[in-house]
């Protein structure tokens, strides 16, 4: 069964950091680009970050540019979201997602990961 | 921008519904529906404008090109009481829409 499991949720201060995790299973994770999604609370999806399969690519949302990182290891099947400088309207619940289509669009999603910088 | 309407729409079981996804420039068919429930991970529907993931029943389909969409639900269901986003993939950033809540 293709599955996503995140990890790393936490409450953090205003300028600490965070690293989120997400554990791929049940399909050859080293194929796909990967994405982390957010939805703040009240609000709609908002894309983050991709990295390609190859780690070649990686774009962010310009709202955290410069102060996170996604990263991948295929070896463990997992993508990392490494989040420094947090701030208030990064609360969110953070989702990592396949990308299928030219990265352009997510198939498969994780349960989500409560990020809450208070 | 994506801009979708209507916000909010309320509905008995077994009616129809056709939700509008409005894109501010060209997306050509780019363009994406998610369903999203309370509590629950987003589920790809339509890709494509129009090609619909796997498992997605047919009741649900989707049309357009350039800049007006629409998803088209019939005989709803009580599960289908979510928010329905679009999303497009021909310009970077990918960006949504900002969702229109269907209550059954």
């Known amino acids: 069964q293709e599955q996503l499991v995140e990890s790393g949720g936490a409450v953090v201060q205003p300028g600490g950091s965070l690293r989120l995790s997400c554990v791929a299973s049940g399909f050859s994770f080293a194929s796909h680009g990967m994405h982390w999604v957010r939805q703040a609370p009240g609000k709609g999806l908002e894309w983050v970050a991709l990295?390609?399969?190859?780690?070649?690519?990686?774009l962010y949302a310009d709202a955290v540019r410069g102060r996170f990182t996604i990263s991948r290891d295929n070896s463990r099947s997992t993508v990392h979201l490494q989040m420094n400088n947090l701030r208030l309207d990064d609360t969110a619940v953070y989702y990592c997602?396949?990308?299928?289509?030219?990265?352009?669009?997510?198939?498969?999603w994780g349960q989500g990961a409560q990020v809450t910088v208070s | 921008v994506l801009t979708q309407s209507p916000d909010t729409l309320s509905l008995s079981p077994g009616e129809s519904v056709t939700l509008s996804c409005r894109a501010s420039?060209?997306?050509?068919?780019?363009l994406a529906w998610y369903q999203h429930k309370p509590g629950q991970r987003p589920r790809l529907l339509v890709s494509e404008s129009t090609k619909r993931a796997s498992g997605v029943p047919a009741r649900f389909s989707g049309r357009g090109s350039g800049t007006d969409f629409t998803l088209a639900i019939s005989g709803l269901q009580p599960e289908d009481s979510a928010v329905y986003y679009c999303?497009?993939?021909?310009?970077?950033?990918?960006?949504f829409g900002g969702g229109t809540k269907v209550e059954i």
């Open positions: 420039r060209d997306v050509s068919i780019m």
């Open positions: 990295i390609s399969y190859d780690v070649v690519t990686t």
């Open positions: 997602a396949r990308g299928i289509t030219g990265y352009g669009y997510f198939d498969l």
């Open positions: 999303q497009q993939r021909s310009n970077w950033p990918l960006t």
